[in-house]
């Protein structure tokens, strides 16, 4: 009997460190960022394509900022744990739109985090101002 403890210690340290494997980051439901902008994510279906709202706490314009829709795309989450994604917010009250790149990670804390970077191209009226139209 001593000898089976050894071995069954050792299949329970095996069968829990599988139970810790890295926990999946699902983009669906509401996020907040540091400058309390907020987005929620409503639907997504099987192949990755989703859709929501997006409501920015921060504007360079003077008109009411509204709530405005986001359509996307990540790789099928059964797939990846942590997985990447991009999506386009149209402004509802400005003539510009949005695009982010990000990816979606579970932290050590087991907090969900998303990681994004975005470009902003707003309308100008010709060719000659394009160079002010992206940031």
């Given amino acids: 009997m001593v000898k089976a403890a050894p071995f069954l210690l050792v299949l329970f340290l095996a069968l829990g460190a599988h139970s810790l494997s890295a926990k999946k980051c699902s983009?669906?439901?509401?996020?907040v960022n540091d400058l309390g902008s907020?987005?929620?994510i409503e639907t997504m279906n099987a192949s990755g394509?989703?859709?929501g709202t997006y409501h920015t706490a921060v504007s360079a314009t003077s008109n009411k900022i509204k709530v405005s829709p986001l359509l996307g795309s990540q790789h099928p989450s059964n797939h990846l744990n942590q997985p990447t994604f991009g999506f386009t917010v149209n402004w509802s009250f400005l003539e510009s739109i949005t695009v982010f790149t990000g990816q979606c990670f579970v932290d050590d804390d087991g907090k969900e985090v998303l990681k994004t970077m975005w470009l902003l191209r707003s309308h100008v009226e010709d060719i000659k101002n394009d160079w002010k139209a992206t940031r």
Avoid at 27 to 31: E, N, Q
Wanted: glycine share 10%.
């Fill in 27 to 31: 983009l669906t439901g509401t996020w």
């Fill in 38 to 40: 907020n987005m929620t």
């Fill in 49 to 51: 394509d989703f859709a």
